[in-house]
């Protein structure tokens, strides 16, 4: 554990390993978001098609 060859492959092992974790949460906390984001304009889309036919079938508008 004297050689130096050694604790430069020990650091560059530990950069390498810090730098997958960071781009894997990175792409992780961004498909999360993209996800939470479709499913919130679904839900939006639901609610319109929903208050539309309250309006054409019983003549009731749901604000």
């Given at each position: 554990?004297?050689e ?6 020990i650091?560059?092992?530990?950069a ?13 906390i961004h498909v ?5 984001r479709s499913?919130?304009?679904?839900i ?7 208050s539309?036919?309250?309006r054409?079938v ?5 604000d």
């Amino acid at each position: 554990m004297n050689e130096p060859q050694v604790w430069v492959l020990i650091g560059v092992f530990a950069a390498a390993m810090f730098g997958m974790i960071t781009i894997v949460s990175t792409l992780f906390i961004h498909v999360v978001k993209t996800e939470i984001r479709s499913v919130h304009s679904r839900i939006d889309a639901l609610d319109r098609d929903v208050s539309a036919l309250y309006r054409h079938v019983l003549g009731i508008d749901r604000d």
